[in-house]
């Protein structure tokens, strides 16, 4: 079975320009959330899609980020412009239980905003 | 919302000793706690979880305890070796909420 897979592992940008994170969940799993990890501090949670839906985006900072799941398949989180505070470890998870259970992390994408 | 503590942030044993790690939580509805081991450069991976229904789980070398009154769960490994050197996570859910409330992290080093 193949993981979570997301895209880029690294990017680097400059402040005020535009990045998009793309996660491939785990085939079949409805639930796909983002999570983000600063520098040494905790994996915090982003939202939560239920396929195309999405059931909960508490956790998104501001209206610089936007995410999309297309389809219910892949999602995408933009961050539109980016700031140097937006810089960290972005996760992807897949689960295909609700209840926080069996979730499959992906790799993530390290975002450096310079 | 639930917030979760983690301690210590840096944890050195020797190859051999025991490690723990402690987390303590503030949402008396959380059930569910699962540990993450994540290793340099990849994904968080799931070791151990417990449900508010057992006090303690085991899984050979590694195990868990979950203290509901005091609102604490702890990560126990024994017979550390150095592919055990990562950094662990520990997190909370009340169940219902698909979302894990996550701890700070323990970076944990076994030398030789």
């Known amino acids: 079975e193949a993981g979570v897979t997301q895209f880029p592992s690294h990017s680097v940008i400059e402040k005020g320009q535009t990045v998009t994170l793309r996660c491939d969940p785990i085939?079949?799993?409805?639930?796909l959330y983002w999570y983000r990890r600063v520098m040494g501090k905790e994996i915090k949670f982003l939202l939560h899609?239920?396929?195309?839906?999405?059931?909960?985006e508490s956790g998104m900072p501001n209206n610089r980020f936007l995410a999309e799941r297309t389809g219910g398949t892949y999602s995408t989180l933009k961050v539109q412009p980016a700031e140097l505070e937006d810089s960290g470890v972005y996760f992807c998870?897949?689960?295909?239980?609700?209840?926080?259970?069996?979730?499959?992390f992906g790799s993530g994408t390290r975002l450096t905003v310079v | 919302g639930e917030n979760v503590e983690q301690h210590p942030s840096t944890l050195s044993v020797q190859e051999g000793d025991s490690a723990v790690i402690k987390c303590t939580y503030s949402?008396?509805?959380?059930?569910?706690f699962p540990w993450y081991k994540q290793e340099l450069g990849k994904r968080p991976q799931l070791i151990i979880d417990?449900?508010?229904?057992?006090g303690e789980k085991k899984d050979q070398r590694i195990a868990v305890t979950l203290n509901k009154t005091a609102k604490h769960f702890s990560l126990h490994i024994t017979e550390t070796q150095p592919e055990d050197s990562a950094v662990y996570f520990c997190a909370a859910s009340d169940g219902t909420a698909s979302k894990l409330t996550f701890g700070t992290g323990t970076r944990l080093q076994v030398t030789l």
């Open positions: 949402d008396s509805a959380s059930n569910y």
């Open positions: 085939s079949g799993h409805d639930n």
């Open positions: 417990i449900r508010s229904n057992v």
């Open positions: 998870a897949s689960s295909q239980l609700n209840g926080g259970y069996g979730y499959t």
């Open positions: 899609f239920v396929k195309e839906s999405k059931q909960d």
